[in-house]
């Protein structure tokens, strides 16, 4: 036990724990905008695992990870779309919509996968870049500012989406049709586009959430890599009280009790590792029963939306 | 005189309203209504309950596109195709359910939906500065900075004036503002109604109160199953008038009552301390006995803790301490659906929350607690010629206007639901009844009917707790009324020889004098 407490254990299990959380910050955060407007997107694993895949397959064919990252982002918009199109123009039970869309991202990119790359293939994916100045700062330099573009992008959208949702006029409409959206549409606001743009951005990050796995933290594809990361980023957005700042705790106590168990493993410290790979879910679960009473949910979550109803 | 409001915005000299169809399967909600309104003018609309009012109103502000007919503002031909629309042309409407949203406060509420100065970015800043404003013309009071959920129902209501007016609202519809005001915050709301009709606005205000209408309109419309009866100027309209009217029969204003004959105590309530939403106690050891064949009005300025009591009494809420004794059963802690059985019927305050499942059809509903019981149910299986019977029956007998048993509640206009739960809750025979602002939102000839049933229930021996912020019902049928103020009765006083003055010293929380 006592060899987990050197200072470079320490060190190396923050920065893997940073390192991590990239994925569920891009897929919480997008899924906090859906929820926050009332739709719960359930499909986040599969929109995750087409962006994972068109990502990889983009970057692979034109040698560019920028084109790549585009692809999954334009990806996860089309998964979006349908979400948004079965769950709120058609009014299809979001729940059920959203099991779909998994199962549909699922299947479709471990077909594609199939037929277009076949095998399991590296690539060089984002490489990390020190920032300048703070990246030379003894220990803290070497943790917090010497990652990939992606990971600073992760956290750089979490202060963004907060100001996003509380301080502009799309943020105050995407709350309000998320809380009451009778009251909304009285006030001329559309809900059905804002619904559908929440949605889709959610989709769009779910895809570079996909890209950052299969472009930066394990820069390769393969059939369900995400292996349930979508439905851990629906779990924290409820961990995070539907607010950017707790979804970043939720993401980052996961992924550094995720990293600590990586360690265990490494060091092969007398824990079967059956056990210390159920220990991040372990906590989800309990601090979800912890956290779940006090957060106040969107009262129209998963409620679709009908003008002049009492 | 200027052709503009102190708002700054243009004046509609006059909104018409020509030859409105509208239908809804199996209704004709609205019958070629004619209907108009002027700058400075408040004209009342009054109706039964399904009698269009809301309709015709939701068509001004662009809810239902009409199916035939015109609407015009100032001689011009307008379209509406959602609120966005009317808004644009100077319309505003009070719902008969506020449309607030609770969780953003004030300034949020305001602002949400327009253009902010600074862009993509909000500037609540200036929207504060601007709502102050109207505040002091209109002669509002509210804290831009609290949430909703944190306001009286009077405040909330300001809010949604508020909403109208800074949206330069030149006409402003006004839904049943009062039907959930105290008598204080409607002396209120109609200050600022006069003020805005002074100042320019046309005003258009639907109530079930008589005495309402006859206070603050120059001229009412009325309308009955769609279609309007008649239109007529306040001055030198009676109440007997318009109530007849609106019912199509003479409708008695006036109860008798059988002499009291009490039995044994059905309902004791001993030291009764409950917490409110907020978490600090909203009951304060509340004590309370109610006979058998008795009505015992509880009157209060609603917020005093009646929602409370009400609730604990359902077995909705739960109890710190003291005990509630059904029917010589200590129910303190038990299940709703143990009261249900030792024979409590519970009409609530807030009947769509904790009354009825919107989604369910009107004979679904009626069943919702005694299905499993004959005769709607024999070994499991629902009876369904039963269920039917009953439910034609209840749905004829309280007038409940639906095109059939099989429509989901959410269709019925506001009181027909409301009808809908009394006819359920009152057909069970209860021994106990708590009900909880019977009336609210229901239509004079609906009210007079329900206060006959509560009567008959009386003197059939029920033990009646009536809830009600109305005094009027209160002195009506009570015969004894407890005041409750700040979770504490004040006093209990005798039905008979209560006073209006007397009450409402206690309502204000002054002691009734020791008798000498
Ligand atoms: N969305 C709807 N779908 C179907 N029927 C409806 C709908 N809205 C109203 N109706 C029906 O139209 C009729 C008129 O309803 P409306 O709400 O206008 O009545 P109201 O006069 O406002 O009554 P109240 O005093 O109870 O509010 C009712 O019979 C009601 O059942
Ligand atoms: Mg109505």
Redesign the interface.
């Known amino acids: 036990m006592a060899e987990l407490f050197t200072l470079p254990v320490l060190l190396g299990i923050i920065y893997s724990g940073i390192r991590l959380a990239t994925p569920y910050l891009y897929a919480a955060i997008g899924e906090t905008f859906a929820q926050r407007s009332g739709v719960l997107n359930l499909g986040v694993d599969g929109i995750m695992l087409m962006g994972a895949y068109t990502g990889f397959y983009v970057a692979m064919k034109t040698g560019n990870l920028f084109l790549g990252l585009l692809g999954a982002a334009t990806a996860g918009l089309l998964m979006g779309l349908l979400m948004s199109v079965v769950s709120v123009s058609l009014q299809a039970e979001q729940g059920i919509s959203g099991i779909g869309l998994n199962l549909f991202g699922l299947g479709l990119s471990t077909l594609l996968f199939k037929v277009t790359l076949g095998g399991v293939e590296s690539i060089r994916g984002f490489q990390p870049i020190r920032v300048p100045l703070l990246g030379q700062i003894p220990y803290l330099g070497e943790i917090f500012f010497n990652h990939n573009l992606l990971v600073y992008g992760a956290f750089l959208l979490v202060p963004l989406a907060n100001y996003v949702l509380n301080n502009t006029t799309f943020g105050l409409k995407v709350r309000a049709v998320g809380q009451n959206p009778q009251a909304a549409d009285t006030l001329g606001v559309n809900v059905t586009l804002i619904r559908y743009t929440t949605v889709c951005l959610g989709g769009i990050l779910a895809g570079i959430a996909g890209a950052s796995l299969s472009l930066a933290l394990i820069n390769l594809f393969q059939e369900n890599m995400t292996s349930g990361m979508g439905f851990i980023a629906v779990a924290l957005v409820y961990f995070g009280g539907w607010r950017p700042w707790g979804v970043l705790g939720g993401a980052l106590l996961f992924s550094f009790v995720n990293a600590l168990q990586l360690w265990v493993q490494v060091k092969g410290i007398n824990i079967p590792s059956d056990i210390a790979v159920m220990m991040p879910y372990i906590l989800t679960i309990i601090a979800l029963t912890l956290s779940g009473r006090r957060a106040r949910q969107p009262q129209a979550l998963t409620k679709p939306f009908e003008r002049g109803e009492n | 005189m200027s052709d503009l409001l102190p708002t700054g915005h243009k004046k509609i000299e006059e909104m018409r309203m020509e030859g409105i169809v509208k239908r809804f399967p199996g209704v004709l909600a609205n019958d070629h209504v004619n209907f108009d309104v002027k700058a400075g003018e408040i004209h009342a609309l009054l109706g039964e309950n399904g009698a269009g009012k809301s309709t015709l109103v ?1 068509q001004l ?1 662009g ?2 596109r009409p199916d035939e007919g015109k609407i015009f503002i100032n001689g011009e031909e307008v379209v509406f195709h ?3 629309d009317s ?1 644009a042309a100077g319309v505003g ?1 009070i ?10 406060t004030v300034v ?2 305001v ?6 100065s600074r862009g ?3 500037d609540l800043d200036r929207v504060r500065k601007r709502i102050e404003l109207l505040c002091q013309q209109y002669n509002l009071k509210v804290d831009p900075y609290a949430y909703i959920w944190q306001l009286s129902v009077g405040e909330q209501q300001r809010v949604e004036i508020l ?1 109208a007016l800074y ?1 330069g609202a030149a006409l402003l519809v006004l839904d049943e503002p009062t039907a959930v005001l105290t008598p204080q915050e409607v002396d209120d709301l109609f200050i600022t109604l006069r003020r805005m009709a002074d100042e320019g606005h046309a005003l258009i205000f639907i109530s079930h109160k008589l005495h309402e209408v006859l206070a603050i309109s120059q001229r009412v419309t009325v309308l009955r199953d769609g279609r309007v009866v008649g239109t007529r100027p306040t001055a030198g309209a009676t109440k007997t008038e318009l109530a007849q009217m609106m019912v199509g029969r003479p409708v008695i204003l006036q109860y008798e009552k059988s002499p009291l004959k009490m039995g044994d105590i059905l309902l004791k309530v001993e030291n009764l301390v409950v917490r409110g939403d907020r978490g600090t106690d909203a009951l304060k050891g509340v004590s309370l006995e109610v006979h058998s064949g008795e009505i015992l009005g509880l009157a209060g300025v609603s917020g005093n803790g009646q929602r409370e009591l009400a609730e604990a009494l359902a077995g909705l809420r739960p109890v710190k301490s003291g005990r509630i004794i059904l029917n010589g059963v200590d129910v303190t802690h038990a299940s709703p659906s143990v009261r249900i059985a030792t024979g409590q019927s519970y009409i609530p305050e807030e009947r ?1 929350k904790d009354g009825a499942i ?1 989604d369910f059809s009107v004979a679904d509903n009626f069943i919702l607690e005694d299905h499993a019981k004959p005769p709607f149910s024999s070994r499991t299986f629902l009876n369904f010629r039963s269920i039917r019977q009953v439910s034609e029956r209840l749905v004829q007998e309280f007038n409940v206007k639906t095109p059939t048993i099989d429509t989901p509640i ?1 269709n019925l206009s ?1 009181g027909n ?1 409301q009808k809908m739960i009394l006819a359920r809750e009152l057909s069970r025979k209860p021994k106990v009844l708590i009900a909880s602002q019977p009336t609210r939102g229901v239509d004079i000839g609906a009210s007079e009917y329900i206060h006959q049933r509560l009567l008959e229930q009386r003197q059939a021996g029920t033990a009646t707790l009536l809830i009600s912020e109305d005094l009027d019902e209160i002195r009506a049928l009570s015969d004894r009324i407890a005041v409750i103020y700040e979770g504490e009765i004040v006093g209990i006083v005798d039905g008979k020889t209560a006073t209006t003055e007397e009450l409402g010293l206690m309502m204000a929380g002054i002691r009734e004098k020791p008798k000498a």
């Open positions: 939701r502000y809810l239902y959602s609120p966005k808004i409407m719902h008969q359910h506020f449309m607030l949203v609770p969780d953003l949020e509420n602002a949400l939906g327009l253009p902010s993509v970015i909000l909403k949206r769509m919107k959410k506001g639901i």
